[in-house]
């Protein structure tokens, strides 16, 4: 057979979850033999949309995906959505189409591997038909080990070449075992948790295996939980979370994080998203938990680095203070439960209504809609002036019902994003938030919602602008018509789209989304939100240090 149709089958074989792609002469082989071997594949209508959708299935599925894309322009089309997979440690495969370098003439040549590179993706390549299945092989390990977006260029000619294949020759790859910590780095951590008066335990991506063995830890030494932005939902059900940590978290949340004297991160970047630019880690001891040495310190100092996996890191330390005969209160105390209780949740945060004629406050919205819609979920926002409220006033039922695709701080990610996060979660229903700037750069993928028949929700915060800009930028005095547009009737571009469409401006245009919800959901539904525009909490933060 071809060597494009044995790197499909010997991909297969290895347990790709889902593959996502545009198909082109590059790719076309390649992607046949995926679907021939058994991996569903979903044809988007833009290598962006794809590029999404493969990432949000592999952070709501763990499991490795692909995205399938010619070479040249279909590679090039799909970067951003590489760069955010690469930037969040996503487990993807690319296959792309690459044109060799005999071939400098063609239209689709580019150096491919310089240009993936740059992203911070791994490059592999298929090097010819002897080596095409220890490659594809390198290529996936490299992907599900080391949680890397992996670009696996496949040159045309070599493609075209001919291999004897079975599946015999697909070698079965051993399990990845987690790495302990060291006795040294658990006599420290137990050391400082052992004298901790305030610790707060942070979870990140990295810890979505190890919540129990973090709760039992944060229990003997008295601590409170947090999460990443990433992680959030990760310790619902723990009376001592405190929610995200960072430019989402409450006031309530942040003055309990700014008052910890030890905090711990668990997989958790601490990146300038989750400190707050710094200002929730002054004046406290910090300690980084991760598997890769790299991530310790990468973004700021950290007093004590521990490398190893966050469960057993965790349950290390916490039969250490258990040996010791360490129990604490801690931060535990009557007073902080009643404070958590009160001020965790933003729709708990009084607030003055704020809307103008025709608009809809988006904090209110957020809320009703919260209530309405059922709690087997997955909630993704996007990035915008607006992107505090789909991000934090939407609850999450757990870790796995979050996807928050802004590591590039991109817009005009969440809708095909969504797509791909309903697929690996086909019995949660996927909420997608996004500013109308972001629903007009991605639009085309309702094409692919419609076509699937998701039962998903498209809320679009529209204030015809690029809110963000248009309220950093004000004080300035500037002219802002490169940032302002008319008034859109995106719910009858939704309708065009065969979505259903729906226009709120007030609390009572909601009963058409009622009527969605009590009827047979085939198609996907889209909220024209005719919000009042105002700066929100989080833009403060999103401009800092640029």
């Keep these: 057979m071809r060597v494009a149709e044995a790197v499909g089958r010997t991909l297969a074989g290895l347990g790709i979850g889902h593959a996502f792609g545009v198909t082109g002469s590059g790719n076309f082989h390649v992607t046949n033999a995926l679907?021939?071997?058994?991996?569903?594949?979903?044809?988007?209508?833009?290598?962006?949309?794809?590029?999404?959708?493969?990432?949000?299935?592999?952070?709501?599925?763990?499991?490795?995906?692909?995205?399938?894309?010619?070479?040249?322009?279909?590679?090039?089309?799909?970067?951003?959505?590489?760069?955010?997979?690469?930037?969040?440690?996503?487990?993807?495969?690319?296959?792309?189409?690459?044109?060799?370098?005999?071939?400098k003439a063609s239209?689709?040549?580019i150096d491919q591997a310089a240009a993936v590179s740059a992203l911070g993706a791994k490059v592999e390549r298929i090097h010819s038909a002897q080596t095409a299945v220890a490659d594809a092989v390198r290529a996936f390990r490299l992907a599900r080990d080391e949680r890397r977006t992996v670009v696996l260029n496949l040159p045309t000619d070599?493609?075209?070449?001919?291999?004897?294949?079975?599946?015999?020759?697909?070698?079965?790859?051993?399990?990845?075992l987690a790495a302990g910590p060291s006795p040294e780095s658990v006599s420290r951590l137990a050391d400082l948790l052992e004298k901790a008066e305030r610790p707060l335990l942070v979870g990140g991506r990295g810890a979505f295996?190890?919540?129990?063995?973090?709760?039992?830890?944060?229990?003997?030494?008295?601590?409170?939980?947090?999460?990443?932005?990433?992680?959030?939902?990760?310790?619902?059900?723990?009376?001592?979370?405190?929610?995200?940590?960072?430019?989402?978290?409450?006031?309530?949340?942040?003055?309990?994080?700014?008052g910890a004297d030890v905090?711990?991160?668990?997989?958790?970047?601490?990146?300038?998203?989750?400190?707050?630019?710094?200002?929730?880690?002054?004046?406290?001891?910090?300690?980084?938990?991760?598997d890769t040495a790299e991530a310790i310190g990468f973004h700021r100092p950290v007093d004590l680095g521990v490398i190893g996996d966050s469960a057993l890191v965790a349950e290390a330390v916490a039969s250490e203070l258990g040996r010791r005969g360490v129990e604490r209160r801690g931060y535990r105390t009557e007073d902080v439960a009643v404070r958590i209780m009160a001020g965790r949740r933003w729709r708990d945060v009084p607030y003055e209504e704020n809307a103008e004629a025709g608009t809809i406050d988006p904090r209110t919205l957020t809320i009703a809609l919260d209530d309405m819609l059922p709690m087997e979920r997955v909630v993704v926002p996007d990035g915008g002036n607006f992107n505090g409220y789909?991000?934090?006033?939407?609850?999450?039922?757990?870790?796995?019902?979050?996807?928050?695709?802004?590591?590039?701080?991109?817009?005009?990610?969440?809708?095909?994003?969504?797509?791909?996060?309903?697929?690996?979660?086909?019995?949660r229903m996927a909420v997608a938030g996004l500013g109308d700037g972001g629903f007009m750069m991605s639009l085309v993928e309702?094409?692919?919602?419609?076509?699937?028949?998701?039962?998903?929700?498209?809320?679009?915060?529209?204030?015809n602008a690029y809110g963000a800009e248009v309220h950093h930028f004000v004080h300035e005095d500037a002219p802002m018509d490169t940032v302002e547009f008319p008034d859109t009737d995106i719910a009858?571009?939704?309708?065009?789209?065969?979505?259903?469409?729906?226009?709120?401006?007030?609390?009572?245009?909601?009963?058409?989304?009622?009527?969605?919800?009590?009827?047979?959901?085939?198609?996907?539904?889209?909220?024209?939100?005719?919000?009042?525009?105002?700066?929100?909490?989080?833009?403060?933060?999103?401009?800092?240090?640029?």
Excluded at 226 to 235: D, E, M, N, P, Q
Aim: proline fraction near 6%.
């Design 446 to 463: 309702l094409d692919t919602a419609v076509r699937l028949k998701l039962p998903m929700v498209a809320v679009v915060y529209n204030d």
């Design 158 to 176: 070599v493609q075209e070449a001919q291999i004897d294949w079975s599946p015999d020759l697909v070698p079965p790859i051993a399990p990845r």
């Design 35 to 103: 679907i021939a071997g058994g991996v569903p594949f979903t044809a988007a209508r833009h290598e962006n949309g794809a590029a999404c959708m493969a990432d949000a299935y592999s952070r709501a599925s763990g499991k490795v995906s692909v995205l399938s894309v010619h070479q040249g322009c279909g590679l090039t089309n799909a970067m951003t959505g590489i760069g955010e997979a690469a930037k969040s440690r996503t487990p993807m495969l690319v296959l792309a189409g690459d044109t060799p370098p005999t071939r």
């Design 492 to 546: 009858a571009i939704a309708r065009g789209f065969g979505c259903t469409g729906v226009t709120v401006r007030s609390l009572d245009d909601l009963q058409e989304v009622r009527q969605w919800l009590d009827g047979d959901r085939t198609t996907p539904l889209v909220i024209d939100a005719k919000i009042s525009s105002f700066p929100s909490w989080v833009l403060a933060h999103s401009f800092e240090g640029e």
């Design 390 to 427: 789909p991000a934090m006033f939407f609850q999450v039922p757990d870790e796995r019902g979050y996807s928050v695709p802004l590591a590039f701080q991109s817009i005009g990610l969440a809708l095909p994003s969504a797509i791909g996060a309903a697929l690996a979660t086909p019995e």
């Design 263 to 290: 905090i711990v991160a668990f997989g958790a970047s601490l990146n300038r998203w989750t400190s707050r630019g710094g200002s929730l880690l002054m004046n406290v001891t910090v300690v980084q938990v991760d």
């Design 107 to 109: 239209n689709f040549w």
């Design 209 to 258: 295996g190890a919540k129990e063995e973090i709760r039992a830890l944060a229990a003997r030494a008295g601590a409170l939980l947090a999460t990443s932005a990433v992680g959030r939902g990760l310790f619902n059900d723990d009376p001592w979370y405190l929610d995200v940590m960072g430019g989402f978290a409450s006031p309530v949340s942040a003055e309990l994080i700014q």
